[in-house]
T-cell receptor
Framework: GENVEQHPSTLSVQEGDSAVIKCTYS??????FPWYKQELGKGPQLIID?????GEKKDQRIAVTLNKTAKHFSLHITETQPEDSAVYFC??????????????FGQGTILTVHP | DGGITQSPKYLFRKEGQNVTLSCEQN?????MYWYRQDPGQGLRLIYY???????QKGDIAEGYSVSREKKESFPLTVTSAQKNPTAFYLC???????FGDGTRLSIL
């Protein structure tokens, strides 16, 4: 099955700075990579995802980049705000590379944005 | 509004007791999933179901059971065989996985 490693486990930034979280995966057949944001006491919420046919995807202050050769993908948050403080999880398919379905999650990154 | 609802929000289990966590969705999704979340370990898959009346074990199914009699419902039972049940349990539905807000289970 898929193995997903996520770094760093904690990240502290000043408001307005950028934040980058990186994940590596093991199955070269994987072709779908979502990112989730989890606020305290809530379930994770999908914030952005990328498929293997593109190298980058942006949505306002959030972007995800994918390097299939190196088997890693990263979440980039620009102009961070205190409300970006949360736990962020990356994930990759746990089913032999299929785009949707079972996912293996990274261990999570606790992002703290200081005003 | 469409969504996925988990209940109760908090649950306490006594020694030797089975408890059932509810998960209901009105998103018309075929696939549903149960995850366990422990601090520093991310989410681990317990069971999943891709269609009514069918389900498969995930990575940590021992001590848990599920049923899928209706498309909208995927309840999880934590049995007395699960010796370390204290965790945050998350239910999700759909191929891109919409999550509920979880049930926190503790031992009395």
């Amino acid at each position: 099955g898929e193995n997903v490693e996520q770094h760093p486990s904690t990240l502290s930034v000043q408001e307005g700075d950028s934040a980058v979280i990186k994940c590596t995966y093991s199955d070269s057949a994987s072709n779908y990579f979502p990112w989730y944001k989890q606020e305290l006491g809530k379930g994770p919420q999908l914030i952005i995802d990328i498929r293997s046919n593109v190298g980058e995807k942006k949505d306002q202050r959030i972007a995800v980049t994918l390097n299939k050769t190196a088997k890693h993908f990263s979440l980039h948050i620009t102009e961070t705000q205190p409300e970006d403080s949360a736990v962020y999880f990356c994930a990759a398919p746990n089913a032999g590379g299929t785009s949707y379905g079972k996912l293996t999650f990274g261990q999570g990154t606790i992002l703290t944005v200081h005003p | 509004d469409g969504g996925i609802t988990q209940s109760p929000k908090y649950l306490f289990r006594k020694e030797g007791q089975n408890v059932t966590l509810s998960c209901e969705q009105n998103l018309n999704h075929d696939a549903m999933y149960w995850y366990r979340q422990d601090p520093g370990q991310g989410l681990r898959l317990i069971y999943y179901s891709q269609i009514v009346n069918d389900f498969q074990k995930g990575d940590i199914a021992e001590g848990y059971s599920v049923s899928r009699e209706k498309k909208e419902s995927f309840p999880l039972t934590v049995t007395s065989a699960q010796k370390n049940p204290t965790a945050f349990y998350l239910c999700a539905s759909g191929t891109t996985q919409h999550f509920g807000d979880g049930t926190r289970l503790s031992i009395l």
